[in-house]
């Protein structure tokens, strides 16, 4: 038996990993659903929402990303939203009208919208998969698209086990 030293050829490869999982909101993202605040389910009284509001406690809401929405059928006037975010202002880090989904999403393309990607010029991409935490799909998308013009190739995955994704053309 010959002694080799052990190579690791996945940390010598050049590959850089990314993954989104990183740039995950720090902040809590809390639910604000206003169908607890409509009257039987169907309608929103000005007068009893304006007076719910008043009492609520809205120091739950510290520091917090607040998404509202309605999760049921009901018509929700504009100004019900502008009301709820007028009570947030300060308390809450960000407000969004919404649900988390959508705020998530929201947030990664803002996010990667305003990276720069030429540190990735003819770099060999991996972009981590099996996150822990719920990444969206459009995150993925969207990194691909912006890596595209400026990575040798990305892959998807784990630099172990890849699927690739996009390879440049070799230039002749």
Request: charge should be neutral.
């Amino acid at each position: 038996m010959i002694d080799k030293p052990l190579i690791n050829r996945v940390a010598n490869s050049g590959i850089i990993t990314i993954d989104l999982e990183e740039y995950f909101p720090k902040q809590v993202v809390v639910d604000f659903d206003l169908k607890s605040w409509l009257f039987k389910e169907m309608i929103l009284k000005e007068k009893d929402f304006r007076a719910a509001l008043k009492v609520h406690d809205w120091g739950q809401y510290q520091g917090k990303v607040v998404t509202m929405f309605c999760s049921i059928d009901a018509i929700i006037p504009t100004w019900a939203y502008m009301l709820v975010s007028s009570y947030c202002h300060g308390i809450a880090a960000d407000i969004f009208q919404g649900n988390k989904e959508e705020y998530l999403t929201y947030y990664y393309k803002d996010f990667l919208s305003n990276q720069d990607f030429s540190s990735y010029q003819d770099k060999r991409v991996v972009i981590k998969g099996c996150s822990n935490l719920p990444v969206p799909t459009m995150a993925y998308m969207e990194i691909t698209e912006r890596l595209k013009a400026h990575a040798q190739s990305i892959m998807y995955g784990e630099p172990c086990s890849t699927v690739p994704i996009f390879k440049r053309p070799r230039k002749v």
